[in-house]
């Protein structure tokens, strides 16, 4: 049974910073690229950023590239996404999302099967 656990939202205001991490079990976590995707009220789930399974490739949206870092850790199994900059148009529901097969990279939630329960992130401006 694979479980992903988020952690790190709240609230902040504009400008400010939140580093969000997801803990994951049941699965070989150094097999499989990691993403984080948002969802905000009344609109779809978009992608945000992917990690490889080593850790030495990442895509972002364009709308967050110079301002999020997505990083892991392989020995603690845990995925990280620091915000910095942060807007109120980035305020959303934050998941985290396991890859699969192992060693792909997807950029589309159909490319990922499990998912945690996500954590609220709200920028004021």
């Known amino acids: 049974q694979v479980q992903l656990v988020e952690s790190g939202g709240g609230l902040v205001q504009a400008g400010g910073s939140l580093r969000l991490s997801c803990a994951a079990s049941g699965r070989f976590f150094s097999s499989y690229a990691m993403g984080w995707f948002r969802q905000a009220p009344g609109k779809e789930r978009e992608f945000v950023a992917t990690?490889?399974?080593?850790?030495?490739?990442?895509y972002y949206r364009d709308s967050v590239k110079g301002r999020f870092t997505i990083s892991r850790d392989n020995a603690k199994n845990t995925v990280y996404l620091q915000m910095n900059s942060l807007k109120p148009e980035d305020t959303a529901v934050y998941y985290c999302?396991?890859?699969?097969?192992?060693?792909?990279?997807?950029?589309?939630?159909?490319?990922?099967?499990?998912w945690g329960q996500g954590t609220q992130v709200t920028v004021s401006p």
């Open positions: 999302a396991t890859d699969s097969p192992p060693y792909g990279m997807g950029l589309s939630s159909e490319d990922y099967d499990y």
């Open positions: 990690i490889s399974w080593s850790g030495d490739t990442t």
